[in-house]
């Protein structure tokens, strides 16, 4: 008989990060995203939200900008100016030694959970090139 999955409503998929992999001893990095313009942005390497294994604060910031992120978005007229940036870089984080959204919720928990409806996907990068998708489906 099978265990029961405790989020039967996200799916998770695992595959290859375009990020080298790093050092085994890593934390991880939390960058979540801000829907500027009325829309989020999601793509292979992110979601509304993308965990990111990293050294230190500026190797995440580093790392999340060759996935795509970028930290200038209404400077550069691609965010709307009264929304913010859509993303912001990672600043005084010491990282968590597992993938969390705020600080405690782990990714399948928190789209399985009532934490947000608009948020469907989150992506996350481990030290070892590896890349996990938590999408939540429709049930
Ligand atoms: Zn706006």
Known sequence: ME?????????????????RPTRDDVKYFTFGQN??????????????????????????????KKLGLYFDGVDSGQDCECCGDRWSPVWREKGADSPLVYDEVKPEAYLGGSYSSLRTTIVVHHADGSRDTYKKIET
């Open 3 to 19: 265990a029961k999955p405790a989020y039967p409503n996200v799916v998770l998929t695992v595959g290859q990060s375009p990020l």
């Open 35 to 64: 829907n500027s313009g009325g829309g989020f942005h999601v793509t292979d390497d992110y979601g509304e939200y993308v965990i990111i294994a990293a050294v230190d604060v500026d190797d995440a910031n580093e790392r999340a």
